[in-house]
């Protein structure tokens, strides 16, 4: 669906709602080649996210969110999406190499801290 539809860019963050609510949900990203394949990063979270095809995945919910440690996927918003999923679950987890997330958003950290977050920025040496 064209604007004013949804945006293109919010796509990948209703990957964390539908993992979220309950139910399945298709969530099908028309525009870039293979964008939807780092939303099943979140399985790795507890999530149930299939891909059905480069641009397609099929979610089920609800989730029930765990901590991991993992690598930030290369694109901007399944980044995002997999922190604010870390920031769901119980526990600590660790995402590593989050230049491409400091890259597209200034201070995320620090306004999600100011917001209630709890993270902690460790830069290695």
Excluded at 7 to 23: E, K, L
Excluded at 28 to 45: P, Q, S
Excluded at 64 to 78: G, I
Aim: aromatic share 8%; glycine share 6%.
């Amino acid at each position: 669906m064209p604007f004013p539809g949804l945006n293109i860019d919010n796509v990948p963050f209703f990957a964390a709602i539908a993992a979220s609510a309950q139910g399945q949900t298709l969530i099908h990203d028309w525009v870039y080649d293979n964008r939807a394949i780092y939303l099943t990063d979140l399985n790795r979270l507890g999530a149930q996210v299939k891909l059905l095809d480069p641009h397609r995945v099929l979610v089920d919910g609800p989730t029930r969110w765990r901590s991991a440690e993992m690598m930030c996927p290369p694109a901007l918003r399944p980044a995002v999406v997999i922190l604010l999923a870390m920031m769901a679950a119980e526990g600590t987890s660790v995402l590593r190499n989050v230049y491409v997330i400091n890259r597209g958003y200034e201070d995320l950290a620090e306004r999600l801290n100011s917001i209630g977050a709890q993270i902690e920025i460790f830069r290695d040496i």
